[in-house]
């Protein structure tokens, strides 16, 4: 497969996980499993925007794009939490989990940029 391919996919599944981020963080507090909620709730913050990083790097779009684009994804996460009537909350705690989570994706595409040439 090419690289023009490889960007494709990417692409595709950038949009794809940014789609079911939003569904996942959507959902109501009491139907989530109960594995979810006590793996830790900032780890599981940092664990969804590290692929969402790497996969919007391999997308093509610069380490700056993705950076913003994490914080901004994580704060409108957090209000729109905020302002749904599904039990869940705006918590600036988890924004700032987000972006620590977009930083380690942009550090894991970094490494993997390495040794995969898109």
């Known amino acids: 497969m090419n690289s023009m391919n490889?960007?494709?996919l990417a692409y595709f599944a950038a949009i794809a996980w940014t789609i079911i981020m939003f569904i996942g963080c959507s959902w109501p507090t009491?139907?989530?499993p109960d594995e979810v909620v006590t793996i830790g709730d900032k780890w599981m913050h940092i664990?969804?925007?590290?692929?969402f990083a790497v996969?919007?790097?391999f997308a093509g779009k610069?380490?700056?794009?993705?950076?913003i684009a994490g914080?901004?994804?994580?704060?409108?996460?957090?209000?729109?939490q905020g302002i749904t009537p599904f039990n869940r909350s705006f918590d600036?705690?988890?924004?700032v989990a987000d972006g620590l989570g977009a930083l380690v994706g942009l550090g894991l595409?970094?490494?993997a940029g390495r040794f995969i040439k898109l």
């Open 71 to 80: 914080l901004l994804y994580g704060l409108l996460i957090e209000v729109w």
């Open 47 to 51: 664990a969804i925007f590290a692929p």
């Open 92 to 95: 600036l705690v988890d924004a």
């Open 30 to 32: 009491e139907k989530l």
């Open 109 to 111: 595409a970094w490494i």
């Open 62 to 67: 610069s380490w700056q794009w993705t950076l």
């Open 6 to 8: 490889l960007t494709r």
């Open 55 to 57: 996969l919007w790097r």
